[in-house]
C-alpha cells in the first residue's frame, strides 16, 4: 500500500462550524504534513508532525488545530474559519529516518474546501 | 532565502513535440532537487529527483540534470503525449523542508 488517503474528497462548511479532515497512510512513514494550495499557486506548507509531534507549525492561525492520533493518522480541525480559507487542503508523509529520508514526499488527493 | 523560479505558463503543445520547462535555482549549499507533477483533480507526485551536481534524474522520458554552475534543473521531454498534461513544480529540499516553484501548467493537444 503506498498510497495516503484524504477523507473526504469535497467540503462546504460555513463560518460557525467544526469540521475535520481526516489522513491516512499505512507505508509505515513517521513525518506527515498538512499543506495548503490555493488555485493555480504551489502548495504551502502549515503543519509537520514527525514521530506524532508537531515539528513545525508554519505561523498557521489558531482556528486551523492539527492532530496526529498515531503513527498512521493525521488530522486537521478547522473551526471558525473565514472565505479565504477556502482551497485544496493536501495531506503528504515521508519515511522520515536517517538522511534524506524526508525528501520524497507521497501526498493524497486532497479535500478541496469552500467556506461560505 | 532558498527559492526556486520556473517559467510561467500555461504552456502548449502539440503531441509528439519536444519540451523543455525550465527551472533555477538559488540556495546555500547543495540542495537535492526534485520536479514533482499534479494530474488535475490530484495531489503532487515525485516525477524525479537528482541529489548533487551532475547528476541526472529521469522518469517516464522525463529527464533533467542538476546544473550546479547555472543553478539549474530544466525539465525536458523528447515527444509528449496528451496524457502528460498536467501542473509541473520544481522543488528544492532545505532542512527537512520541500520549495516548491509556483508551478507551470502543461497542455498537450493531440
Known amino acids: 500500500d503506498t498510497e495516503v488517503t484524504q477523507t473526504p474528497k469535497h467540503l462546504v462548511m460555513g463560518m460557525t462550524n467544526k469540521k475535520s479532515l481526516k489522513c491516512e497512510q499505512h507505508m509505515g512513514h513517521r513525518a506527515m504534513y498538512w499543506y495548503k494550495q490555493k488555485a493555480k499557486k504551489p502548495p504551502e506548507l502549515m503543519f509537520v508532525?514527525?514521530?506524532?509531534?508537531?515539528?513545525i507549525n508554519e505561523s498557521v492561525p489558531s482556528r486551523f488545530s492539527p492532530e496526529c492520533p498515531n503513527s498512521s493518522l493525521l488530522n486537521l480541525h478547522l473551526h471558525a474559519l473565514q472565505p479565504e480559507d477556502s482551497a485544496l487542503y493536501l495531506c503528504?508523509?515521508?519515511?522520515?529516518?536517517?538522511?534524506?529520508?524526508?525528501?520524497?514526499?507521497?501526498f493524497g488527493s486532497g479535500t478541496q474546501l469552500s467556506v461560505l | 532565502g532558498d527559492s526556486v523560479t520556473q517559467m510561467e505558463g500555461p504552456v502548449t503543445l502539440s503531441e509528439e513535440a519536444f519540451l523543455t520547462i525550465n527551472c533555477t535555482y538559488t540556495a546555500t549549499g547543495y540542495p537535492s532537487l526534485f520536479w514533482y507533477v499534479q494530474y488535475p483533480g490530484e495531489g503532487l507526485q515525485l516525477l524525479l529527483k537528482a541529489t548533487k551536481a551532475d547528476d541526472k534524474g529521469s522518469n517516464k522520458g522525463f529527464e533533467a540534470t542538476y546544473r550546479k554552475e547555472t543553478t539549474s534543473f530544466h525539465l525536458e521531454k523528447g515527444s509528449v503525449q496528451v496524457s502528460d498534461s498536467a501542473v509541473y513544480f520544481c522543488a528544492l529540499n532545505r532542512d527537512d523542508k520541500i520549495i516548491f516553484g509556483k508551478g507551470t501548467r502543461l497542455h498537450i493537444l493531440p
Open positions: 503528504a508523509s515521508s519515511p522520515g529516518q536517517g538522511p534524506f529520508s524526508n525528501e520524497k514526499l507521497f
Open positions: 508532525y514527525s514521530y506524532e509531534k508537531l515539528s
